[in-house]
């Protein structure tokens, strides 16, 4: 069956910086596209960064950009969320996601969901 399973996320201070792991199983992981979001305490999950199948397309949420970067080890099955000069509004579980679309921006556009990792910033 589908696993995503994150890891990587932890405590960390603002202005540091954290790198997420999402390693996938269960699905010939170079034909989806993968994302990242996230869900803080009583508020939606929101999207914030995805990936295409190839590597060469990615796109991030206003909020993020400049400071987070997607990326993706077809090899390894692996894709990855770098995340630097973190912010306390940072904080939320981030869940992994893949796709079929070309970009996963809304919700909607995923078949897979990892169980999250969660990213705690303290100011």
């Known amino acids: 069956q589908v696993q995503l399973v994150e890891s990587g996320g932890g405590l960390v201070q603002a202005g540091g910086s954290l790198r997420l792991s999402c390693a996938a199983s269960?699905?010939?992981?170079?034909?989806?596209?993968m994302g990242w979001f996230r869900q803080a305490p009583g508020k939606e999950r929101e999207f914030v960064a995805t990936?295409?199948?190839?590597?060469?397309?990615?796109a991030y949420t206003d909020s993020v950009k400049g400071r987070f970067t997607i990326s993706r080890d077809n090899a390894k099955n692996t894709v990855y969320l770098q995340m630097n000069s973190l912010k306390p509004e940072d904080t939320a579980v981030y869940y992994c996601?893949?796709?079929?679309?070309?970009?996963?921006?809304?919700?909607?556009?995923?078949?897979?969901w990892g169980k999250g990792t969660l990213v705690t910033v303290s100011s």
């Open positions: 996601a893949a796709g079929v679309v070309p970009f996963l921006v809304l919700r909607a556009h995923v078949n897979y």
């Open positions: 269960g699905l010939t992981f170079s034909v989806f596209a």
């Open positions: 990936i295409s199948r190839s590597g060469d397309n990615t």
